[in-house]
């Protein structure tokens, strides 16, 4: 079986975060202390992604790797875990709960809700910056030393990308240039639209949070949010003020206190 790097602590009813295209289980850094206080707490890498291997048998994108972790958390002995999701992670978090596996979901900013022009958009960003760090990576890394390199780098992740510390600005882009599942992940991102026609199965009964940052230009704010509030009228929706794509690094007190709200309200618990 393939080793699937995570990170795991506290104690109490399970929250499960997942990572977006390219990046890794340290995203949620800035909030899983928080969460664990309350909670048993585990971050994954997913397959092909950080510390993770490609595991034979997935399929990267957002269905094929809620396929993967459905597995995964039974194999563990994971019930009913709330899913947190980032970007593409958000997809694989709406999944779970569509399918009844997550006892809640908080999805910050989600695939799955844009056009074709936003789809083009994200694909070529992301492509974007990931062939920049292959090919310029020992250059970059040692810029984002620089406050002003931060900013100009990181400003398509973070609405305040001068406060990410560098050790973990070149981890990030390291990460992004390694991924070894991104090339598949992007091209499954035009199988995967979500809408009002769309079974939402489970997810309306459960608690759901779609979150998004006001400043986040990889799945732009005003529109995507806007699609995501049609598409899933039952859920509730809340604008980050002043985040990016990544918000937890951002404003880590309004995002762990969005999770610990939903993860509360767990018909199970």
Not at 46 to 75: I, T
Not at 100 to 114: E, K, L
Request: a neutral charge; proline letters at 7%.
């Amino acid at each position: 079986m393939t080793a699937i790097s995570h990170d795991r602590r506290g104690a109490g009813t399970p929250i499960v975060l997942v990572h977006g295209i390219g990046s890794r289980w340290q995203c949620f850094e800035p909030i899983l202390d928080r969460l664990a206080e309350e909670h048993e707490t585990i971050a994954i890498d997913l397959p092909g992604f950080g510390a993770s291997p490609l595991a034979d048998g997935v399929r990267p994108g957002p269905r094929g790797y809620a396929d993967w972790l459905a597995g995964w958390l039974a194999e563990n002995g994971i019930e009913r875990p709330h899913l947190v999701g980032s970007s593409m992670g958000g997809g694989v978090a709406l999944e779970l709960g569509r399918r009844g596996i997550a006892s809640g979901v908080t999805a910050f900013a989600p695939v799955g809700f844009w056009g074709a022009p936003g789809l083009r958009w994200t694909q070529g960003m992301l492509t974007g910056m990931r062939s920049t760090g292959m090919v310029a990576g020992p250059v970059l890394g040692r810029l984002v030393d620089h406050r002003a390199a931060r900013i100009a780098l990181l400003a398509g992740f973070f609405g305040h990308p001068s406060r990410v510390d560098p050790d973990v600005a070149r981890a990030d882009l390291a990460g992004l240039a390694a991924g070894a599942a991104f090339p598949a992940a992007r091209k499954d991102f035009a199988r995967y639209v979500l809408s009002a026609d769309d079974d939402p199965g489970a997810l309306p009964d459960i608690p759901v949070t779609v979150a998004w940052g006001t400043r986040d230009v990889v799945l732009i704010h005003r529109t995507q949010s806007a699609r995501a509030r049609v598409a899933l009228p039952f859920a509730q929706h809340v604008d980050l003020a002043g985040c990016g794509h990544l918000p937890f690094n951002d404003d880590p007190a309004t995002c762990a206190r969005l999770v610990l709200s939903d993860a509360a309200l767990r018909k199970d618990a």
